[in-house]
């Protein structure tokens, strides 16, 4: 039974998970949940924040000496900023009167998170809606990957597109089609994409919105390789791989828009050209000519790479804020508030993206294979393969 | 705490929902259910199936006269196909010799399920990953729509596009750019579209495809309107409408892309051409001079309609078969099956995403305000208007 | 993920149960779950409604030719009594006038279910809260009692006393206390009890309560014979197998105590005397010299029989009623109702317990061992045997 | 939507929580947390860790300013003797050789844990397994006593015997019953019960037993007061309120038994002598003249106190060990082994107990007028009472 809760204000002391169900003896290291901690931090078009926090993660519970105990695993990544901010977030009541936050930003939880929860001060809703939140996820993310190397699993992501700057029709989706050499690259881009032509353009036109005083969005991908036939059912639709993806992806904030496989561009044409011709090798192994699919038939894997794509809109925070309301007065203001932001986030959105898919492709790894240690699992793993 | 779960083979003797968690004395017709499920068997393109069966549900428990109970609601759909399939589908052991199904079709769940659960036999996957199921959703979205109805929230559905033909590029999504009549313009269309010229259009492509034994998807629209601001939250990532919006539409058989409001179209520009300003009306009223969001901010609702937009693969059944392999002999073979099927079910498959929504925000609507009766969910939701 | 709803009222037309989770492969056989649920509708001291009603359950999906097929198995069990209340108890609205039951029964549902739900006609609550809901989990528990037997797990239950008639004190609960031709005993027995002379007082004692117009309550004993070490977990405080078990023996209605193992006798002498000495075998076997903790050592199996007693108060409808209140004036009255009912249940609730017993372990044998064919489940298992 | 996990090892850094689903503006003290944390670690018959132990709570999420934000609250207790114990039970990989822990303690998880899990150090095991573990919910419940107390609910719990000394019978258990006097005489005794003779005797059998090197179990008593008409449902099994605080009773550490209300002495008589007659009073107030239900009729709260008696199993850990096995060698041993422990921890027991009840309460409170903000949810209650 793998679950896991995650809590922290962007400017409180720390962001904090809890995380159970990782079988026993399985070796984990801080420095890969601390890369991929940085990989997210990073990306141009980042603001001032970005600059201040050196995210890295404690074991608080469930490792001892490298190795998971079976117990829950503890996860703490510190607010360095806090320090900053002790008064303004502290738990205990202060002396000092604040001022609170009441202009709304459009495309923010400010205005939504306020009425839900009968705030005042927008403050109490934009410290746990912030996209601080995605740290605790991409650390999650990063127990989980270590858990699917296990399995030969990997998983990847790299910036489509900003600002309608980059690819938009798919490509290839087979396994040939994304070489290592590939992610390299990405891992080397401040823009997370292979072909270094495109992260310059994509970096001009991150800077021309910088001028604007406004904001750029983007569309990244996902892909898992190694993935074994047979994660996920159709069984009952909240089972279904396709399921857990959707919601996985559309969890990200800011995220508005998803395809597995080809997607929309499957509603473009007909059957025949869609449908992924299955063969069976000499070597009996399965494979499949084409991979629109994205990895995914009737809700269960079918041993080709996973892949998807995810739109994410412009950051919401505008440096020339838009026309807006003041909660407190109720007045239409011609001008929202201007808080510390980035410009574009796209890279970081897609290695949350790889974070959250790690966490899918684990949990169902665990359903259909889980044991309590890792022996056990993998054990149970390769008796399914033969 | 609402939940259901269904049940039921294609061609078993009947399709079963539970669900829970409905509040008591809401008075609930069988004939709004009645309607959504001839709705889903509607639509040009339809194969022969639809011929046979007349879905009409039955309340087996939770309901008395007229009224829910507050217990479990129990609803039944028979499968009129039944009788022609009792010897092959029988629950008890049967003494003729079956001859199993062993040749996969692409795009479907036979290869992945036949691996998954270790069938000989494919007709013990499809049996279920039929789409015969999201008949099931249907009924339960249909109970959920008169709860829903309580609070004055619609949901509606429209197709966009088949095979490409149709709206490609996303429009005005506020309240005002859907007007009543173009609802009842799409209950009377063969392809659940506004436009009737459209409509002919469609069809004709439909044709062609069939034809050429091939087959159509496309894209359809769902929209929610009077949904009150403050469902989901941002407090934890599964709790997010957008979260369970998504898991809601990936869910579904053959969809393959989703975007709420402007989609990826928010992706191409930026911020400030995104972002929806908010005005406080005179009368106290909140609205949005335009729509992108979809209805949902910082994973709440925030009051105007909620828009998605979802798209369908082609149905994997083809007439004129793609190579395929036989997982009897393990042999590659130049023809996989055909077994009866449509040409396109994007008009059915907008019926299902409407009764997912109604099903999402059935259960948000709960979270927020459920009573153990529908007057004490009433009064609570009344509360928090003022 | 193992899961399943019940639903149906007591004199609508049927109960129905939607499973889901056991493995493809299965083999089940109707006639199994049949005599579980006529064993739960004998013993002495029932009334007049189990003459009525010869319960039998339907496989409506999820099982073919005999096995299961991986997708949720729908099990219904008609009311034979139903033709009697089509009227009364009928999904749609109705012409005649029905009169409310208003007077509350002391020690049933009547009363807080009727305030919950803001019920006018006691009917509405009671319809649901009868134990006839119990036949739904006997029928659950017949299927799981199947997949049960596969791993060598049998659960019995027998009758330890009524009224204050039986055994008081916690006997010897090891393997070796239970001898096979004791449970053959307990099956002859109306009161579900190895002793014949206990039998026959037990009888006595119901037959005194009968004629005083009044209710016996009881204790039972539930056992689970060949229950592997380490299902269950310390880790979290809801995966105990001492949490399962405690949910699941407090869920049944009626049910005012239980105890695993010794229970209550533990607490009465000390550490010494109580805990349970491991031994180890020369062929490599574990087992304890006593089984006082029965079964369960830190929320985890331990190889010993699962021991529960759980007791069971009288039943609340008297023929010479408690007095109580009138809903409808709000008057308080000398004589509740009376409706037809039993004087005593507590062999049928050992069934229930059984059930309930069946379902917990099946569960928890899914969670470490569960695959998605009976096939591969078993391999899981004996690989971790080894 | 109320979750929550706990995490931490023993002698790990820190305990820490996560709790989601309070409501926003909730007022929260530390200090109430920490008052239950103190009362968890006294009581007489305690070992030395709990001379180094202060437990103390820290708010690390969810709360600013002395009320919470409808974000999730995380908890942390650091273990003080944690700087003991840095090396032996570090996250990270160490350099020194640990001996592995391998005699197991009869009673214990050492056993279990150890074949679940596969971990040849029992160390493993004993740190999640151990009571600390207990503490974490003594803050949770200490945090959801918060919320209650603005319903008006409160929870008390008191030790009833020790080893056979102590009361055997149940007695009243309506609201007069317990006298607020009585609560404040069982809060200055160190065997928290209300009778100083007794908690004389007590001291003197636990005196007895520590010099005979062996330990005591008891039973302790949980009562809630101001619960409202209408929490937990019979609608289905595990939603009933006697299901919840049977899971939450027999979840904790060494409880072996439960009752509610009369319990085992309710299937001792019959009918007309355990039901307890309603009355309606002149002020519209219902009450009952007896509680044998123990506040629980038909798996709802029926506005009588909530009342349940838990048996507490002596603590394994002996100072004169019982024979056992070595893991490592597999040997049957004359002598498991001992670690500082303590002799007797029902007052302990009965402070996490009341935590307990409390985690249900607010749950079930939640079920049912739960709103995103406090004043919501009180406005949703108040409505409901009228």
New interface residues.
């Given amino acids: ?1 793998f ?7 962007s400017h ?7 995380v ?1 169900g990782l079988p ?2 399985l070796t984990v290291e ?1 420095e890969v949940v601390d890369a991929d901690l940085r990989r997210r931090q990073g990306g141009y078009g980042r603001g001032g924040r970005m600059k201040i926090e050196k995210d890295a993660v ?9 190795k998971t ?6 996860l ?1 990544v510190e607010n360095l900023d806090w320090v900053n901010w002790e008064e303004r ?6 002396e000092a009167e ?1 001022e609170p936050v009441t202009r ?10 306020s ?5 005042d001060d927008v403050r ?2 934009i ?3 912030s996209s601080r ?1 995605t740290a605790s ?1 991409v650390a999650v993310g990063g127990l989980c990957r270590q858990f699917l190397a296990q399995f030969g699993i990997e998983v990847h992501s790299h910036v489509l ?4 700057v980059g690819y938009e029709t798919p490509r290839a989706m087979t396994r040939e089609a994304y070489p290592d050499e590939m992610w390299s690259a990405v891992e080397e881009s401040p823009m997370r994409t292979a072909d270094a032509t495109l992260t310059e353009k994509m970096i001009a036109r991150i800077l021309e ?1 910088k001028r ?8 990244f991908e996902v892909v898992a390789f190694g993935v074994p ?2 994660l996920g ?8 791989l ?6 996985a ?3 990200i ?1 800011s ?10 561009e ?7 050209h ?7 090798g000499e070597n ?1 192994n ?1 494979s ?1 000519l084409t991979n629109n ?2 990895g995914i ?6 041993g080709e790479p996973i892949v998807v794509r995810v ?6 925070t ?1 440096a ?1 804020p ?4 003041d909660l407190a007065t ?3 203001i011609d001008q929202s508030r201007y808080e510390r932001s980035d410009v574009c986030v796209v890279p970081a959105a897609g290695v949350v993206g790889e974070a959250m898919m790690a966490i899918v492709l684990t949990e169902a790894v665990l ?3 889980g ?3 890792i ?2 699992t993998l ?2 793993y390769r ?2 393969l033969q």
């Avoid at 597109?161 to 309608?164: E, I, M, Q």
């Avoid at 499957?266 to 025949?272: D, F, P, Q």
Wanted: proline fraction near 5%; charged fraction near 20%.
């Fill in positions: 039974m679950r896991f809760l995650t809590a922290g204000e409180g002391p720390c962001l904090t998970m809890i159970e026993a003896g801080k404690r074991f608080l519970s469930g490792v001892r000496h490298g105990l079976g117990s829950p695993i503890t703490q977030m502290n738990a205990e009541p202060v604040m709304v930003r459009p495309g923010h939880a400010d205005f939504t998170g009425i839900k929860y009968g705030h109490n809703v410290e746990r809606s939140e996820r597109s900003v600002a309608g919105a604007d005083g406004d904001t750029c969005g983007g569309v036939i047979g059912t159709f069984s009952q639709w909240d089972r279904r396709s399921t857990r993806v959707g919601m992806m559309m969890s904030p995220v508005k828009a998803m395809e597995i496989g080809a997607g929309f499957t509603t473009r044409t007909t059957g025949s869609v449908h992924d011709v299955l063969r069976h009996g399965w499949h699919a994205g038939e009737g809700g269960i894997s079918n739109g994410v809109k412009p950051i919401p505008l020339h838009l026309p807006s309301v109720g007045e239409n359903e259909k294979f044991g309590d240690s022996e056990e054990r149970n008796g399914y």
